[in-house]
């Protein structure tokens, strides 16, 4: 019998590692490639370190400014972070301790937000933006994602499990709202914080269809777009995909780190979120 569960635990995993590597295969491969130079990227056959080394690194942040691409990307996530989790943190304290008319029926309105797709709100949204004279600034890429209808439901939920007595005990103390928000919620939803902004900052990284249509500044663009233009770069004809995933890996750096960082937060917020 022990020999039967020891084979199974074996079965398990090897199945596991193989699934990791079948998953990690492809940034394996990119991390290969971006050591490759063309004509070693054009070669099917080989898979080993290329001979370009780091060049094609410092060829993309120096010579593409990937690197200025990279600072408006960080500024970007680090700002709808802050404006997202602090308006969801004041509406979900709102919609919970808050009694107010058709407050059911604000709530389910904020929850059909999701179901808006985002090619349709791109034309209003560009429009707005005109409108407001924002359009090619910081205020266009990051003013549309202040408001998050996912990190509301989040927050409320996690609200709504504090028990009763510590919002009857503050209110006895005269602790007011925001005094309650800052003393007591965002103490005990630290986890909770962390995984929303961890979403949050790997959602705003990756975001690229609205900064190409809203940015016109070149030098303003953040860094997906920016890898966009690497595919202008070639030799002899040929793409330079060695440079194209050196640029790739450089983009997937600080998302990776802070995912790393806090991973466990994030677990702990889909673990929520499924209750």
Do not use: C
Not at 106 to 127: A, G, S
Not at 231 to 244: F, M, R
């Amino acid at each position: 019998m022990l020999a039967t569960l020891f084979e199974g635990d074996l079965f398990v995993h090897i199945a596991l590692i193989g699934s990791i590597i079948l998953v990690g295969l492809p940034l394996i491969l990119a991390v290969i490639m971006s050591t490759q130079s063309t004509t070693e990227v054009y070669e099917v056959t080989n898979l080993g370190i290329g001979s370009a080394g780091l060049s094609n690194y410092e060829t993309a942040l120096a010579e593409y400014n990937l690197m200025q691409y990279m600072v408006n990307s960080a500024v970007m996530s680090i700002v709808i972070v802050v404006g997202k989790v602090t308006l969801s943190l004041l509406a979900a304290l709102a919609l919970v301790y808050y009694r107010f008319p058709y407050e059911r029926a604000v709530f389910t309105f904020v929850l059909l937000t999701l179901l808006v797709p985002v090619p349709v709100r791109i034309v209003p949204l560009f429009q707005l933006m005109a409108d407001l004279g924002w359009a090619n600034s910081l205020l266009a890429i990051t003013g549309p994602y202040i408001a998050s209808a996912t990190a509301v439901f989040l927050f409320r939920q996690h609200f709504m499990s504090i028990p009763e007595s510590l919002v009857e005990n503050a209110r006895l103390d005269g602790v007011g709202p925001l005094a309650f928000l800052v003393q007591v919620l965002i103490p005990m939803s630290k986890g909770m914080i962390a995984g929303v902004s961890v979403i949050t900052f790997i959602y705003a990284w990756n975001q690229y269809l609205w900064p190409l249509i809203v940015v016109s500044d070149q030098s303003k663009q953040v860094v997906q777009v920016g890898i966009k233009f690497l595919q202008g770069a070639s030799q002899s004809g040929l793409t330079e995909w060695g440079l194209i995933m050196a640029g790739a890996v450089i983009a997937l750096i600080p998302p990776l780190f802070v995912l790393i960082v806090l991973h466990r937060p994030l677990l702990e917020t889909f673990a929520i979120q499924q209750k």
